[in-house]
């Protein structure tokens, strides 16, 4: 089968966000099992990137170009930022030469040129109408016109690309929830994860309680979340742990979060660091509540298959079917500090959940089950 994977985000260089966990993993295991072209307007045509690759990695045909009218009319502004108009153009010409037997579209973004054809898969990693609900609900003067314009936007775009696809994935059962009522035809396809050889244990000798947040900061879901922790939870924490840590890692911190670590020395804004998982092993807990929900959060994910505990909100337990047994369930600020403590001061029980967690996510993240849902995918689209 000849499929054609367009991807904003190329699967052959690093990332500071989720596409490090999830495209970049996927393409190479999804080229085992077809023929597979794979476009994504972040590569560079070179022959050495060709180098070891086991699928056709295609880019495009000119320099993209970014115009202030991106931000009008009736799609969404954040659709120019990861897919140039240019795209869409290279697509349709690539589709007419190598006649795929199945278009699929990673990401929301690239459900634009996905409309023309009827053999094609869209892959959604959230429900982009609820983040942007919430980045609505927190917006305030000038900012909440331009926003309220993004929501209506992205809800008619995100819902009218769900209803023309022939099939498609969503990465939990929430997000399935929301798609399967607009297109009969999707299915879940959880990421696959690595477990970690030696799992978590307490930190021996540590001068404070360390709590982590993880997640690349430029990220508007992300920033939200770093600014309720700062706010609304810590001070709980404070109040029973006045000298805990918060520690914010992730790639390109806005001004706004680098304020945060200006404003209290107990909260530290990292920015990319070598390896978040370190960071996550040093931690008491790794609190990782979602304000927006939907999707699966890799950074919840990861920290279970580390075996850390792990302290977060309904939404993202319930993307991965985690319970008590298995992670601190915190729905409030109050919640969460309260969980904070326990996890700090009972690191026998906080290490027993963590090693339930990871046993857990072994067995529901497997590779193997990812990458049967998208053959199923296409063979939805594709007819065969």
């Known amino acids: ?49 060709q180098a070891g690759l086991s699928y056709s990695l295609l880019g495009p045909t000119a320099p993209p170009r970014s115009s202030p009218l991106d931000r009008l009319g009736p799609k969404p502004a954040w659709l120019r930022q990861a897919w140039p108009r240019q795209s869409t153009a290279d697509v349709v010409e690539l589709i007419d030469r190598l006649k795929p037997d199945v278009v699929h579209g990673e990401y929301l973004q690239c459900a634009e040129v996905l409309g023309g054809y009827r053999n094609t898969v869209l892959g959604l990693h959230d429900i982009t109408e609820n983040v942007m609900a919430e980045s609505y609900r927190a917006s305030s003067g ?46 879940v396809a959880r990421p696959g994860i690595e477990i970690a050889d030696v799992p978590w244990q307490p930190p021996a000798g540590a001068e404070r309680p360390r709590l982590v947040f993880a997640g690349a900061m430029w990220r508007r879901a992300n920033a939200l979340v770093a600014h309720y922790l700062a706010s609304d939870v810590m001070p709980a924490v404070w109040r029973v742990l006045p000298t805990a840590e918060l520690r914010i890692v992730g790639a390109e911190p806005p001004a706004d979060i680098l304020a945060l670590g200006a404003a209290d020395g107990r909260i530290v804004v990292t920015g990319a660091v070598p390896e978040i998982r370190d960071e996550m092993m040093a931690a008491h807990a790794v609190v990782v509540p979602s304000i927006v929900g939907g999707g699966v959060l890799m950074k919840v994910v990861h920290a279970m298959a580390l075996g850390c505990p792990v302290i977060t909100s309904p939404g993202p337990a319930e993307s991965v079917r985690g319970d008590a047994s298995t992670l601190f369930v915190a729905d409030t600020a109050e ?19 963590g090693h339930r967690a990871r046993a857990h996510v072994g067995e529901m993240f497997q590779w193997d089950n990812t990458v049967r849902a998208y053959l199923d995918a296409y063979t939805i689209a594709s007819g065969q």
Do not use: G, W
Not at 161 to 170: E, H, M, S
Not at 335 to 351: K, L, M, T
């Open 335 to 353: 919640e969460i500090a309260a969980a904070v403590r326990v996890a700090v001061e009972s690191p026998d029980e906080a290490a027993r959940r």
């Open 1 to 49: 089968m000849r499929v054609l994977l367009l991807t904003p985000f190329a699967p052959n260089v690093k990332h500071l966000h989720a596409a490090a966990d999830t495209i970049v993993r996927l393409t190479p295991r999804l080229a085992e099992k077809t023929d597979l072209f794979v476009y994504s307007p972040q590569h560079r045509s070179a022959e050495a990137d």
């Open 142 to 187: 000038l900012e909440r016109p331009y926003r309220l314009a993004e929501l209506v936007r992205t809800r008619r775009f995100e819902r009218a690309a769900i209803r023309r696809a022939a099939a498609v994935l969503t990465l939990s059962d929430a997000d399935y929830a929301v798609a399967s009522s607009y297109n009969p035809n999707t299915l």
